[in-house]
Structures are given as structure tokens and as C-alpha cells.
């Protein structure tokens, strides 16, 4: 993935996390496990496939874990990072990972249901009014206000409740708006 000059920039802490933990790794077999989480619209699937492309890793995305409609009950949907389908995850990705670098990308990957198996958290953030400005680029104006009204709710929810944001490597988005 060829990114602009102020992307790399901006991930160049993420890549020299990754590196210093590999070259600690060295001589295990221990597989090396990134969580990229954080704000809608801030660049964690950007900086997934930067990355993927970077350390020719696993790349697995969170959005592909969002519970199915059936599985949307009352219960499960007030419960703070509820929305996603953690139990299925664990099981699917996390347990089996053989590969020797894997970056899980996406909102609630730093979900505690997961315990601690990342070497590096990432927390990738942005300023609201750019965050929208980034949801409308991408999914246009309707979708944008679900997010507004109902998907960010729940991911601040999330960040407050479980701290997700401590002792992360934390990514500010510092572009403008393209």
C-alpha cells in the first residue's frame, strides 16, 4: 500500500513499535500480536494495511466480527462493546494465530473479554468534528448520522468503560480533511 509522505510519518511510531519488538522476539515462538483500536474514521484500517504491507503479516479486521442481526438481542446490544461478536473471534482468530506477526485491526479489538495477548496496543484518535467530516467522505450523509447517533455512542462508551486508551501507543490523526 503506497501511502503520502504524511501518513508514513504519522505511522512511523506504530513501525518502530513493531520492529523493537520483533528484534526482543527474536529466538521465540511466541507470535507477536498487534491490536489497532480506536475512533471511527481515525485510519485503523489504513494503518492495518500499511502495516500488513510493511511486516507481510495477518491482517484481521474487527468489522468482520460485528454480531449478525439474529444475534442483535436487547441483552446483548446494551452490553458495552456488545455489538461485536468477541466469543467468535476468540475462537476463530485469536486461539488459532500461527503466523509470527498478526495486527487485528478495528474497533473493540482491545475488548478485555480477549485478556492481554498483544505485545503492542495501538489507539488511533481523532477530533469529532474530523471524525465526522472522515464518516461523511466515506459513507455519506445518512450513514454518517448512524454513527453520529448510534455507533460512536457505543465505541466512547466503550473507551471510557474499559480504559482502552492506557498504556497505548496512541496515533493522532493530523491530516485536514481531504
Known amino acids: 500500500m503506497e501511502l503520502k509522505t504524511q501518513?508514513?510519518?504519522?505511522f512511523k511510531p506504530a513501525v518502530d513499535a513493531i520492529n523493537e519488538i520483533i528484534k526482543q522476539e527474536d529466538n521465540t515462538d511466541r507470535p507477536i500480536l498487534v491490536a489497532i483500536d480506536g475512533r471511527c474514521g481515525s485510519g485503523k484500517t489504513t494503518l492495518g494495511e500499511y502495516l500488513k504491507g510493511q511486516f507481510d503479516c495477518n491482517l484481521f479486521h474487527m468489522d468482520d466480527f460485528f454480531l449478525r442481526m439474529e444475534q442483535r438481542t436487547p441483552d446483548r446490544?446494551?452490553?458495552?462493546?456488545?455489538?461485536?461478536?468477541y466469543e467468535r473471534f476468540y475462537e476463530t482468530v485469536l486461539i488459532p494465530v500461527q503466523k509470527k506477526e498478526s495486527v487485528i485491526e478495528g474497533s473493540y479489538s482491545l475488548h478485555p473479554y480477549f485478556g492481554k495477548p498483544y505485545q503492542l496496543k495501538i489507539f488511533m484518535n481523532i477530533a469529532s468534528d474530523v471524525q465526522l467530516a472522515n464518516i461523511r467522505k466515506r459513507n455519506g450523509e445518512e450513514k454518517a448520522k448512524e454513527f453520529q447517533e448510534k455507533w460512536i455512542p457505543k465505541e466512547e462508551a466503550y473507551f471510557e468503560k474499559?480504559?482502552?486508551?492506557?498504556?497505548?501507543?496512541?496515533i493522532m490523526w493530523n491530516l485536514k480533511v481531504l
Open 7 to 10: 501518513c508514513r510519518e504519522r
Open 77 to 85: 446490544m446494551k452490553e458495552t462493546g456488545g455489538n461485536v461478536d
Open 162 to 170: 474499559f480504559h482502552v486508551q492506557d498504556d497505548t501507543l496512541e
